[in-house]
């Protein structure tokens, strides 16, 4: 669990159910729409729920740089976005784009204690999870070779690790919106989306 | 010595000759190395024989004989000298000799010619052929080069397959010594897991005896303890019949000190009751002493009834009087409130009157607008009601006018009335005046023949006492009674007059505000039209106003709408905010990987094409096609060479024009920190030429001019504005050769020459 304390909820609390959610809901996104063999993720089961985690090491590698980076950007409230981008190999065309708007509660302190349902926040978590598997329904076919990036939409002033780079927002042509749900911990909230190609 | 003689003749030959033989040399260094050195000499000196033909067995073939041949005429040549005898007929002989040997020589000169053409030949086509074998022999060396390249390689190979091989036994050797450990020590332990086993068997069969022994003892024991059992049951039945008895024993036990305590309690309820008796007979003592004086107290008690039943009736007495007195206070305090209620309904009364007077100045003003439609409203109420209620104000009036017209009837007349009372009276006053005036007159004169009867009389009185003075004074003071009065009438009419014209006044002004108030009443009117007129007005344009507002909130919807779905699709402001991502991403991977991967099928495709190519062009018979192939690709295309070149172009420049860029910034800086440091400005209008212009400079043209000289030293040009400082010039650059210290100065001296001027 992340936090120890039933009812109540730090920053540092509530960044770490975040990134938590992060971690499970990228790779949920990524065995759902098929990016990587399904051989190569392994059942875990988090929330009540059975989940699907990779077990390629280099994915591995590049989830624990994204999520390390993104804490530190959750605990100093500077990151507004967390986007999820699909793009066709090939044509470097954008497919899917999965975005998670957070808002931080800006007058949230290290010290600030708040209280709060700690199984509220995870049935909610739980149930944007449960979306992202169900709106497999509805989105098209990926049935070119696709990879996918993660963007993170910061202050313009933030200095970044030299590891991380500028880059375009990557809209998708022609699209089609849906939004899904969406949780809070009080501190941060989450709602995502999902926005994708319109099928001619 | 015949030699000398034949060699001038020869000369050009041998010249020819050499030549040939240089490049039979190098032929034969080439072709046979093997032949034998005097052969060769051989070869050399045939210059007799005429057919020289290319071929060279054939000219090694007939040297021998001509060998034998040639030397035989010089030899008699030689002979023939030696002996010398003066007859003629050896001289013809000699001659004849002569015109044989010339003719010999004339043959061979021939011949030499032939041969020299021949030579000729022979070397043209040597030259050919050398070339020929030439190229062979280049061809030959490439081939050997490949040869051995593709040796080596396959030596390599070799060496690596062997290396490899080496290993793999060391591998193989390294597994089966291990597998023949594994064996072994499988092999151990199986025949341990044996010898265990047996081990284990042994053992329990002696623990199955063992048992089996156990059993059998415990089974005797199982005996033994049944019989302590049943012994026990009886001394348990034993105990149970005596441990029965301490229980009843117990229990009396219990009874016993039970009772013990019940009769320690009744010893200490006794010792209490003692006290009480001994506190008792104490205070009987005293209550037989207060019996003594019972009968005094009946009668004192008697006394004390009928005080009381007298103040029994008093006090219902004074319950009545005080219920009167309720009653009456609360009488007073309803009259209080209500005196209250009126004054404060008065004050209310009289405010209203003002706020009613002060509605009819707003309203006659006109300069309150409505602001809103609730308040135009409200003003409507309001002015309907304070219409209503001035239709109302206005009957009263209407009604007071007439009771104050009737009142101004009734006071003119009575003002009449009045008028000629006061006439009467100011007659009266008049006569009283006159009388009064009169009367002072008579009092003068009286007071005159007072005097003079004064006078009289203190002549008489000096003469004879007589007192008429007390009547004389007594008279006096009723008359001036009298004017007193009439003082006191005059001013009570004039009084009377005065309010009466005041309560006139009052009237009149009463009537003045009726009939103004009359007269606004019309206008009030025109007011309450026009309003009327602007609340519709107002109510047109409020619902214009609803209209546009229904219409700029579905248009606010509509743009929500959109900026929700821009949301969605992920725009965002980039004055505030900007995207990043991780730059080893794994799409950015996954197109290197493709790229990659699309070179090298390029590559291959290219590859392929060439072999194609060579085969189509050899006609599928090629040995060595991958090295062909490869030396192709190594010849880079055209193409692809000025791309190449010209993106390292491209990147020189950039970098030439980074560099431009910084080094322009970092000299535009440097040159700000000297003009702030040293105060001056510096510039190279040319070559080796430095201008330094001062910060306290006060024109533009006020220049110092520096050149440097090959050798490295500054020099100060002359300007006019170096001429003006020749003293520093003299002092700091002659004296004392520094630049800097002169520089200084003028920079000190400018500096106070502007402070002076400021």
Redesign the interface.
């Known amino acids: 669990m992340a936090t120890s304390t039933s009812n109540c909820i730090t920053l540092s609390g509530s960044t770490n159910l975040v990134a938590e959610f992060f971690h499970y809901g990228l790779n949920s996104i990524l065995y759902q729409r098929g990016l990587y063999p399904p051989e190569s993720f392994t059942h875990t089961q988090q929330w009540g729920l059975t989940m699907l985690v990779t077990s390629n090491k280099e994915l591995q590698k590049f989830f624990d740089e994204i999520i390390s980076q993104v804490k530190t950007w959750l605990m100093d409230m500077s990151i507004e976005k967390l986007v999820i981008v699909i793009k066709e190999v090939g044509t470097n065309v954008v497919v899917e784009r999965w975005q998670f708007d957070i808002e931080s509660d800006k007058t949230v302190d290290k010290d600030t204690k708040r209280e709060v349902s700690i199984k509220q926040i995870q049935d909610d978590m739980r149930s944007v999870i449960r979306q992202i598997t169900a709106s497999v329904t509805f989105l098209p076919l990926l049935d070119k070779t696709c990879c996918f990036d993660v963007l993170v939409y910061t202050d313009k002033g933030l200095e970044v690790p030299t590891t991380w780079g500028e880059t375009t927002p990557h809209f998708v042509y022609n699209s089609e919106e849906v939004r899904l749900k969406s949780f809070t911990t009080s501190i941060h909230k989450v709602s995502a989306a999902v926005a994708f190609k319109k099928s001619d | 010595m015949v030699y000398p003689v034949i060699y001038p003749t020869m000369d050009p030959l041998s010249d020819s000759m050499d030549n040939l033989v240089g490049m039979k040399r190098k032929f034969d260094a080439m072709v046979n190395q093997g032949k034998d050195e005097t052969l060769r000499h051989n070869l050399l000196s045939d210059f007799e024989d005429a057919e020289v033909t290319g071929n060279f067995s054939r000219l090694v073939d007939r040297s021998p004989k001509e060998h034998i041949k040639f030397p035989l005429s010089p030899a008699q040549h030689y002979s023939s000298f030696t002996s010398t005898p003066s007859s003629t007929r050896e001289i013809n002989l000699k001659d004849a000799e002569i015109t044989y040997h010339k003719a010999c020589i004339v043959k061979l000169e021939n011949r030499i010619a032939s041969l020299q053409r021949n030579a000729e030949q022979a070397s043209i086509e040597h030259d050919k052929e050398i070339a020929e074998i030439k190229t062979l022999r280049d061809r030959e060396v490439k081939k050997a080069a490949d040869l051995k390249s593709k040796l080596q390689y396959i030596m390599e190979c070799e060496k690596t397959a062997r290396d490899e091989v080496h290993r793999l036994e060391k591998e193989l050797q390294h597994q089966t010594i291990e597998s023949n450990n594994k064996f072994l020590k499988e092999q151990k332990e199986r025949i341990e897991a044996t010898d265990k086993a047996q081990q284990a068997k042994v053992h329990w069969k002696d623990k199955e005896a063992q048992l089996y022994e156990k059993i059998m003892s415990q089974k005797l024991k199982i005996g033994q303890l049944q019989s302590k059992l049943e012994e026990n049951l009886k001394q348990s039945a034993l105990k149970k019949n005596s441990s029965e008895e301490v229980a009843t024993y117990k229990q009396k036990v219990e009874k016993l000190e039970e009772a013990l305590l019940i009769e320690k309690k009744k010893v200490k309820d006794l010792e209490s009751r003692f006290a009480e008796q001994e506190d008792n007979i104490i205070t009987t003592k005293a209550l037989k002493a207060d019996l003594d004086m019972v009968p005094a107290l009946k009668s004192e008690v008697e006394k004390l009834r009928q005080d009381n039943e007298g103040l029994r009736l008093n006090e219902q007495n004074t319950m009545l009087l005080e219920e009167e007195i309720r009653g009456l206070k609360n009488k007073l305090g309803q009259i209080d409130s209500l005196r209250e209620r009126s004054a404060k309904l008065e004050v209310e009364n009289e405010e209203l009157k003002e706020r009613l007077t002060r509605w009819e100045m707003k309203d006659t003003s006109g300069s309150r607008r409505p602001q809103s439609p609730s308040s135009l409203s409200k003003r409507i109420q309001e002015l309907e009601s304070t219409n209503a209620s001035l239709l109302m104000t206005q009957g009263e009036m209407q009604s007071r006018i007439n009771i104050s017209e009737r009142k101004v009837e009734h006071g003119e007349a009575q003002l009449q009335r009045l008028v000629s009372a006061l006439t009467m009276e100011k007659n009266t006053s008049s006569q009283f005046t006159d009388l009064v005036k009169r009367l002072k007159r008579k009092l003068l004169l009286l007071s005159k023949e007072r005097d003079a009867y004064k006078n009289l009389l203190d002549s008489y009185e000096s003469e004879v006492t007589v007192n008429f003075d007390e009547e004389k004074s007594s008279q006096i003071r009723r008359l001036e009674e009298i004017v007193q009065e009439h003082k006191t009438n005059q001013a009570e009419t004039e009084a009377e007059i005065e309010s009466l014209s005041s309560r006139l006044a009052e009237c009149q002004t009463q009537l003045e505000q009726a009939q103004q108030h009359h007269r606004l009443d019309n206008p009030e009117q025109q007011s309450s039209q026009q309003d009327k007129e602007a609340i519709t007005l107002l109510r047109e344009q409020i619902a214009v106003l609803e209209s546009e507002l229904i219409k700029t909130q579905q248009e606010r919807d509509n743009l929500d709408a959109k900026i929700e ?1 821009r ?6 402001d ?18 290197k990987e ?1 790229e990659e991967e699309l070179e090298k099928l390029r590559e291959d495709n290219e590859k392929l094409k060439k072999r194609n190519q060579i085969l189509e062009e050899n006609g599928g018979m090629v040995e060595g096609i991958t090295m062909q192939v490869e030396e192709n690709l190594q010849k880079l295309s055209p193409s692809k060479e000025i791309e190449n070149l010209k993106s390292q172009l491209a990147s020189a420049e950039m970098r030439n024009q980074r560099l431009k860029e910084v080094f322009s910034k970092t000299s535009k800086e440097f040159r700000e920190v000297c003009y702030e440091l040293t105060g001056y400005r510096f510039d190279i209008p040319c070559a080796n030429q430095y201008r330094l212009t001062s910060m306290y400079a006060e024109r533009q043209k006020d220049y110092l001019l520096f050149q440097q000289n090959p050798k490295g030293e500054v020099q100060l040009l002359q300007t006019d504005f170096s001429m003006s400082f020749q003293g520093a010039m003299e002092k700091y650059l002659k004296k004392y050769k520094s630049l800097p210290l002169f520089l200084c100065h003028i920079t000190m001296e400018l500096f106070d020459r502007q402070t002076m001027s400021l």
């Open positions: 779905q949301h969605l699709q992920g725009d965002y980039p004055s505030k905010t900007k995207i990043i991502h991780f730059r080893l991403n794994p799409f950015a991977l996954a197109q493709r």
